[in-house]
């Protein structure tokens, strides 16, 4: 872990800072959502898992796994196999035993159930996807980085961000509660989208029972 630190600061941030395109960017969640016109498919997940031809692997998050040796667990979920590879690059992790091939099925199973759980979606940048992170604030250095900024979606690869239908919106606080980035308050009942902190992960508009967010 220390090793791995010392790579991170030394190595991997140094060399990622002035590069144009970067490594990762922001999804919407939405696996049962119809985005046959509002999302684009190089930004819709299911559309995305639905174009790989495999193999699919799950494997353990790294993330995760060094909260858990700092002795600071994860807030938002219990489980460690959250992070998912596909193609080629399934096929290495396979050889090294780095983790578990499943189905395309239960590879969007498992995405469900990260997104039930108020998880990001972060594939690479890449018209193919070949890797998707689930992400949270206490453990992705990176998530926790942007939540700590006054404007995170400044600093975001993203095509999307919420909005309030306000005539539909019943002031539950679901969203505020859902939202990673603090990116939603609720005023006078209303939720109010604070557009320089929403980084367009959607996990406020699958959980709106009023479908106010969009």
Same mark, same amino acid.
């Given at each position: 872990?220390?090793?791995?630190?010392?790579?991170?600061?030394e190595?991997?941030?140094?060399?990622?800072k002035?590069?144009?395109?970067?490594?990762?960017?922001?999804?919407?969640?939405?696996?049962?959502?119809?985005?046959?016109?509002?999302?684009?498919?190089?930004?819709?997940?299911?559309s995305?898992?639905?174009r790989?031809?495999g193999p699919?692997?799950?494997?353990?998050?790294?993330?995760?796994?060094?909260?858990?040796?700092?002795?600071?667990?994860?807030?938002?979920?219990?489980?460690r196999?959250?992070?998912m590879?596909?193609?080629?690059l399934?096929?290495?992790?396979?050889?090294?035993?780095?983790?578990?091939?499943?189905?395309k099925?239960?590879?969007?199973?498992?995405?469900?159930?990260n997104?039930?759980?108020?998880?990001?979606?972060?594939?690479?940048?890449?018209?193919?996807?070949?890797?998707?992170?689930?992400?949270c604030?206490?453990?992705?250095?990176?998530?926790?980085?942007?939540?700590?900024?006054?404007?995170?979606?400044?600093?975001?690869?993203?095509?999307?961000? /919420?909005?309030?239908?306000?005539?539909? $919106?019943? !002031? @539950?606080g679901? #969203?505020?509660?859902? %939202?990673?980035?603090? &990116? *939603? +308050?609720?005023?006078?009942d209303? /939720?109010?989208i604070?557009?320089?902190? $929403?980084? !367009? @992960?959607?996990? #406020?508009?699958?959980? %709106?029972?009023?479908? &106010? *967010? +969009?």
């Amino acid at each position: 872990l220390d090793d791995f630190e010392q790579y991170i600061q030394e190595g991997w941030g140094p060399a990622n800072k002035d590069i144009d395109i970067p490594q990762m960017r922001m999804i919407p969640v939405g696996i049962e959502v119809d985005y046959s016109k509002e999302v684009l498919n190089y930004d819709n997940i299911k559309s995305l898992f639905q174009r790989s031809e495999g193999p699919f692997l799950i494997t353990n998050c790294v993330c995760r796994q060094t909260q858990d040796l700092l002795g600071d667990p994860c807030k938002m979920t219990n489980r460690r196999e959250v992070c998912m590879t596909f193609g080629d690059l399934a096929k290495m992790y396979i050889e090294q035993g780095w983790g578990r091939e499943i189905s395309k099925q239960e590879a969007l199973e498992h995405l469900r159930h990260n997104e039930e759980e108020g998880l990001i979606f972060r594939p690479g940048n890449t018209q193919k996807m070949d890797f998707v992170c689930s992400c949270c604030y206490c453990c992705c250095g990176n998530i926790a980085n942007l939540k700590s900024l006054p404007n995170p979606a400044d600093f975001t690869t993203s095509n999307y961000y /919420a909005t309030i239908n306000e005539d539909l $919106c019943t !002031g @539950c606080g679901v #969203c505020e509660d859902r %939202c990673q980035m603090d &990116a *939603i +308050s609720i005023e006078n009942d209303t /939720a109010s989208i604070i557009l320089r902190r $929403c980084i !367009g @992960c959607g996990n #406020c508009v699958i959980t %709106c029972l009023s479908e &106010a *967010i +969009s």
